[in-house]
Protein backbone atom coordinates (compact mmCIF):
# COMPACT_ATOMS: atom_id res chain seq x y z
CA UNK A 1 0.00 0.00 0.00
CA UNK A 2 1.25 3.43 -1.20
CA UNK A 3 2.38 6.18 1.70
CA UNK A 4 0.33 8.53 0.67
CA UNK A 5 -2.94 6.71 0.61
CA UNK A 6 -2.69 6.07 4.34
CA UNK A 7 -4.75 7.48 6.84
CA UNK A 8 -3.83 9.69 9.46
CA UNK A 9 -3.60 6.33 12.13
CA UNK A 10 -2.08 4.17 10.08
CA UNK A 11 0.55 7.06 9.16
CA UNK A 12 0.82 8.04 12.70
CA UNK A 13 1.73 3.94 13.75
CA UNK A 14 4.36 3.60 11.02
CA UNK A 15 6.35 6.86 12.02
CA UNK A 16 6.10 5.91 15.91
CA UNK A 17 7.87 2.10 14.77
CA UNK A 18 10.20 3.48 12.81
CA UNK A 19 11.13 5.55 15.60
CA UNK A 20 11.43 3.20 18.32
CA UNK A 21 13.20 0.67 15.24
CA UNK A 22 16.04 3.82 15.11
CA UNK A 23 15.69 5.30 18.06
CA UNK A 24 19.27 4.97 19.22
CA UNK A 25 20.93 5.92 15.73
CA UNK A 26 18.77 9.08 15.99
CA UNK A 27 20.15 9.89 19.50
CA UNK A 28 23.27 9.19 18.66
CA UNK A 29 22.98 11.44 15.41
CA UNK A 30 21.81 14.52 17.13
CA UNK A 31 24.39 13.97 19.90
CA UNK A 32 27.15 13.70 17.36
CA UNK A 33 25.82 17.02 15.37
CA UNK A 34 25.89 18.58 18.61
CA UNK A 35 29.33 17.67 19.12
CA UNK A 36 30.35 18.73 15.56
CA UNK A 37 28.89 22.17 16.39
CA UNK A 38 30.52 22.45 19.52
CA UNK A 39 33.99 21.15 18.79
CA UNK A 40 33.53 23.51 15.39
CA UNK A 41 32.78 26.67 17.34
CA UNK A 42 35.80 25.44 20.09
CA UNK A 43 38.08 25.32 17.07
CA UNK A 44 37.16 28.67 15.55
CA UNK A 45 37.21 30.13 19.29
CA UNK A 46 40.79 28.84 18.95
CA UNK A 47 42.10 29.98 16.28
CA UNK A 48 40.52 33.78 16.73
CA UNK A 49 42.95 33.15 20.28
CA UNK A 50 45.96 32.00 18.75
CA UNK A 51 45.63 34.77 15.93
CA UNK A 52 45.51 37.63 18.68
CA UNK A 53 48.20 35.95 20.74
CA UNK A 54 50.84 35.73 17.28
CA UNK A 55 49.65 39.10 16.66
CA UNK A 56 51.04 40.28 20.06
CA UNK A 57 54.03 38.36 19.65
CA UNK A 58 55.19 40.06 16.18
CA UNK A 59 54.36 43.29 17.62
CA UNK A 60 56.98 42.74 20.56
CA UNK A 61 59.12 41.35 17.51
CA UNK A 62 58.76 44.44 15.55
CA UNK A 63 59.54 46.71 18.57
CA UNK A 64 62.47 44.76 19.22
CA UNK A 65 63.43 45.13 15.47
CA UNK A 66 63.29 49.03 15.84
CA UNK A 67 65.20 48.95 19.22
CA UNK A 68 68.09 46.64 17.00
CA UNK A 69 67.53 44.42 20.37
CA UNK A 70 68.59 41.15 17.98
CA UNK A 71 68.81 38.81 21.08
CA UNK A 72 64.98 39.85 21.64
CA UNK A 73 64.07 39.53 17.71
CA UNK A 74 65.53 35.90 17.84
CA UNK A 75 63.75 34.69 21.09
CA UNK A 76 60.70 36.18 19.95
CA UNK A 77 60.84 34.51 16.68
CA UNK A 78 62.04 31.59 17.62
CA UNK A 79 58.46 31.09 19.82
CA UNK A 80 56.42 32.38 16.80
CA UNK A 81 57.91 29.27 14.64
CA UNK A 82 57.46 27.14 17.17
CA UNK A 83 54.29 28.04 18.62
CA UNK A 84 52.16 29.75 15.58
CA UNK A 85 54.23 27.96 12.72
CA UNK A 86 51.45 28.15 10.45
CA UNK A 87 50.80 31.56 10.61
CA UNK A 88 51.93 34.87 8.37
CA UNK A 89 53.81 36.00 11.80
CA UNK A 90 56.03 33.00 12.21
CA UNK A 91 57.05 33.51 8.62
CA UNK A 92 57.70 37.43 8.87
CA UNK A 93 59.51 36.35 12.34
CA UNK A 94 61.60 33.88 10.25
CA UNK A 95 62.52 36.82 7.47
CA UNK A 96 63.71 38.97 10.40
CA UNK A 97 66.39 36.41 11.65
CA UNK A 98 67.69 36.36 7.96
CA UNK A 99 68.16 39.78 7.71
CA UNK A 100 69.85 40.27 11.47
CA UNK A 101 71.67 37.03 10.05
CA UNK A 102 72.71 38.70 6.75
CA UNK A 103 73.86 41.71 8.70
CA UNK A 104 76.29 39.44 10.12
CA UNK A 105 77.35 38.01 7.15
CA UNK A 106 75.89 34.66 8.69
CA UNK A 107 74.62 33.10 4.87
CA UNK A 108 74.18 30.38 6.47
CA UNK A 109 71.66 30.88 9.04
CA UNK A 110 69.98 33.50 6.91
CA UNK A 111 69.42 30.26 4.40
CA UNK A 112 68.44 28.20 6.81
CA UNK A 113 66.21 31.29 8.27
CA UNK A 114 64.31 31.83 4.67
CA UNK A 115 64.16 27.88 3.67
CA UNK A 116 62.10 27.59 7.16
CA UNK A 117 60.22 30.92 5.77
CA UNK A 118 59.32 29.24 2.02
CA UNK A 119 58.40 26.00 3.48
CA UNK A 120 55.99 27.19 6.02
CA UNK A 121 54.70 30.10 4.06
CA UNK A 122 50.74 29.02 3.21
CA UNK A 123 50.33 31.95 0.38
CA UNK A 124 51.89 32.14 -2.70
CA UNK A 125 53.22 35.88 -1.99
CA UNK A 126 54.98 35.01 0.74
CA UNK A 127 56.21 31.89 -0.63
CA UNK A 128 57.62 33.46 -3.34
CA UNK A 129 58.98 36.63 -1.21
CA UNK A 130 60.95 34.31 0.77
CA UNK A 131 62.37 32.04 -2.08
CA UNK A 132 63.63 35.31 -4.06
CA UNK A 133 65.38 36.17 -0.58
CA UNK A 134 66.78 32.85 -0.58
CA UNK A 135 67.96 33.01 -4.23
CA UNK A 136 69.59 36.33 -2.90
CA UNK A 137 71.51 34.71 -0.24
CA UNK A 138 72.49 31.96 -2.44
CA UNK A 139 74.01 34.05 -4.85
CA UNK A 140 75.84 35.75 -2.35
CA UNK A 141 77.30 32.23 -1.01
CA UNK A 142 78.59 31.42 -4.76
CA UNK A 143 75.46 29.25 -5.34
CA UNK A 144 74.34 31.15 -8.86
CA UNK A 145 72.57 27.30 -10.25
CA UNK A 146 71.03 27.65 -6.59
CA UNK A 147 69.67 30.46 -6.98
CA UNK A 148 68.38 29.87 -10.78
CA UNK A 149 66.42 26.45 -9.46
CA UNK A 150 64.38 28.92 -6.52
CA UNK A 151 63.88 31.63 -9.08
CA UNK A 152 62.31 28.80 -11.76
CA UNK A 153 59.81 27.18 -8.60
CA UNK A 154 58.11 31.11 -7.95
CA UNK A 155 54.52 31.51 -8.97
CA UNK A 156 54.62 33.47 -12.10
CA UNK A 157 53.90 36.83 -11.65
CA UNK A 158 55.22 36.93 -8.10
CA UNK A 159 58.18 39.71 -7.46
CA UNK A 160 58.82 39.30 -11.42
CA UNK A 161 60.87 42.49 -11.41
CA UNK A 162 63.22 41.50 -8.95
CA UNK A 163 63.53 38.10 -9.77
CA UNK A 164 64.45 38.51 -13.14
CA UNK A 165 67.03 41.01 -11.72
CA UNK A 166 68.81 38.08 -9.15
CA UNK A 167 68.45 35.89 -12.32
CA UNK A 168 70.19 38.31 -14.63
CA UNK A 169 72.99 38.67 -11.78
CA UNK A 170 73.24 34.15 -11.74
CA UNK A 171 73.13 34.50 -14.85
CA UNK A 172 76.37 36.76 -15.32
CA UNK A 173 78.01 34.81 -12.57
CA UNK A 174 77.70 31.51 -14.93
CA UNK A 175 79.48 33.72 -17.57
CA UNK A 176 75.56 33.18 -19.97
CA UNK A 177 75.58 36.90 -20.96
CA UNK A 178 72.99 36.64 -23.70
CA UNK A 179 70.58 35.29 -20.93
CA UNK A 180 71.60 37.56 -18.41
CA UNK A 181 70.82 40.20 -20.59
CA UNK A 182 67.39 38.70 -21.29
CA UNK A 183 66.97 38.74 -17.66
CA UNK A 184 67.75 42.33 -17.05
CA UNK A 185 65.13 43.23 -19.95
CA UNK A 186 62.62 41.01 -18.10
CA UNK A 187 63.27 43.10 -15.06
CA UNK A 188 63.31 45.88 -16.45
CA UNK A 189 60.15 45.59 -18.08
CA UNK A 190 58.14 44.33 -14.64
CA UNK A 191 59.74 47.05 -12.90
CA UNK A 192 57.64 50.06 -11.78
CA UNK A 193 59.13 53.13 -13.79
CA UNK A 194 59.72 54.89 -10.51
CA UNK A 195 61.50 51.62 -9.03
CA UNK A 196 64.23 52.53 -6.60
CA UNK A 197 66.59 50.10 -8.32
CA UNK A 198 65.61 50.19 -11.91
CA UNK A 199 68.67 52.49 -12.96
CA UNK A 200 70.75 50.24 -11.19
CA UNK A 201 69.60 47.05 -13.29
CA UNK A 202 69.53 49.62 -16.46
CA UNK A 203 73.46 49.85 -15.44
CA UNK A 204 74.24 46.41 -15.36
CA UNK A 205 72.22 45.77 -18.43
CA UNK A 206 74.93 48.24 -20.17
CA UNK A 207 77.59 46.96 -18.68
CA UNK A 208 77.18 43.72 -21.01
CA UNK A 209 77.03 45.48 -23.83
CA UNK A 210 75.47 44.99 -27.16
CA UNK A 211 74.80 41.48 -28.43
CA UNK A 212 77.37 39.76 -30.30
CA UNK A 213 76.86 39.96 -33.80
CA UNK A 214 74.69 37.70 -35.90
CA UNK A 215 73.41 36.36 -32.17
CA UNK A 216 70.18 36.54 -31.88
CA UNK A 217 68.16 37.88 -28.74
CA UNK A 218 65.87 36.01 -26.64
CA UNK A 219 62.31 37.06 -26.33
CA UNK A 220 61.89 38.28 -22.67
CA UNK A 221 58.90 36.54 -22.42
CA UNK A 222 60.82 33.47 -23.13
CA UNK A 223 61.89 31.32 -19.45
CA UNK A 224 64.96 32.41 -18.80
CA UNK A 225 67.61 30.14 -17.14
CA UNK A 226 66.95 27.05 -18.81
Known amino acids: ?104 NDLAAAATALEWARQNASVDSLKALAAVRLAQVKLAQDDAAGAITLLDGITKGEYEGLGSEIRGDALVKLGRTDDARNAYQSALTHLDPQAPNRNYVQMKLDNLGAPAAGAASAPAKEKLGS
Open 1 to 104: MAFDVLDEHEQGELVRKWLRENAISIAVGVLLGIVLIFGWQQWKARQARQSLEAASQFQALSDAVEAKRDDDVGKIADALRKDYPSSAYAVFAAMHQADIATKK
